[in-house]
């Protein structure tokens, strides 16, 4: 069985993070404020209370940061640019300190010996965009180009590749239609249009990023779907969910239409947003990389009662789950893409994982759920490689222990321990393991 020291010669070696949840400093600089600014501020929004107001203090501390980056001796850092930083009311005036910020990163980086990989748009969307619709009001997606533009004139000599948005489907379904993530609307399938805002948003970004010579990645959340049993009830409603979780945002990016969405029950018209031309600006641009975040298989059954929905999601009750309750089964990824190039063929560009790794329960000595949870996924990793999946990186959420959205700072998934109190840096026992095996795997692929 090949292993992970078997990935190919130039494999990428990274981890990621997020601006909201790791840089602080939300009144700094002449940043504006994000929808996630107002959502902390709702009573029982976020667990305890937990704002992203401070974080980790990367803002201050990233040169400490880069540091521990450089220690691990990444390749590639993926982060994200908050839009409200550079673009304080998400539209019109360009804020030079936030796009100052950036560049000292960007040049830090490179300092370091690290690509920087940077996600234009991961959840934190300027509330000024909020109170004119967010990704309900399709300027929102021509303000998105706008902005792509900014940021790339500033940093593109320097940033090769480039990711446009971070999970549209998270986004979408837990912000836009069950409300648990800013900006908290209960639309459910109501929420479709502004799935189709983002696809938008990411087609012209594109098409600003490649005119400027960049290549252009999406990522999102993907799962292999497991249905329940073989009954034809379970296999249907497993189908349906695979289209809404799955095929939603990648469908119209590699094959230039929108999934069929019939089985959910939904109206032929329920995107009601798209125009004449809209999935043409979203395909043509073309992608050179596709981004999974990969975390966990979905098992999906029929619904017990009559319901919105038609389907349950139930948990996988044998597998082992990490402290965030979800279930851990590395096989899912190598399921997940070879899934991917059966559905896809050569539509499927190169893909890259942009995200993996687990939440651990404090305290842990030594970390060695976390380093189960790397070692077994990278492992299955290496076998879908050998048998043919075309994937140049792997990135692993997270570099440190952030704000974790609805969870606040209850979730711990970094290589790095965060003392939120102090600001105290610890590498936990994993952050040594993923040292000695980028420098183990780029020592024996160098013979
Ligand atoms: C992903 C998000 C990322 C982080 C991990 C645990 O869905 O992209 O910001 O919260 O989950």
Redesign the pocket.
Known sequence: MPDRFDLPAGFRWGAAT?AY?IEGAVGEDGRGASIWDTFCARPGAVRDGHTGAVACDHYHRYAEDIGLMKGLGLDGYRFSVAWPRVVPAGAGAVNPAGLAFYDRLVDALLGAGITPLPTLF?WDLPQGLEDAGGWLNRDTAYRFADYAAVVADRLGDRVPAWITL??PF?HTVFGYALGTHAPGRTMMFEALPAAHHQLLAHGLAATVLHDRGLEVMLSN?LTPVWPASSSAPDLAAASAYDTLHNRLFTDPVLLGRHPDLSALGVPEDIYGAVRPGDLDLIHAPGLDGLGI?Y?NPTRVAAPTAPGLLPFDLVDIPDAPHTAFGWPVVPDGLRQLLHGLKELYGDALPPLTIT?NGCSVTEPTTPDQPRIDFMSTHLDTLATAVAEGADVRGYYT?SLLDNF??AEGYHQR?GLVHVDFATQERTPRASYGWYRKLIAAHRASRAR
Request: charged share 20%; no cysteine; hydrophobic share 35%.
């Open positions: 997020a949840q991961h971070n999970e998270v959340n975040n975390y995200e959420w974790e959205w998934f």
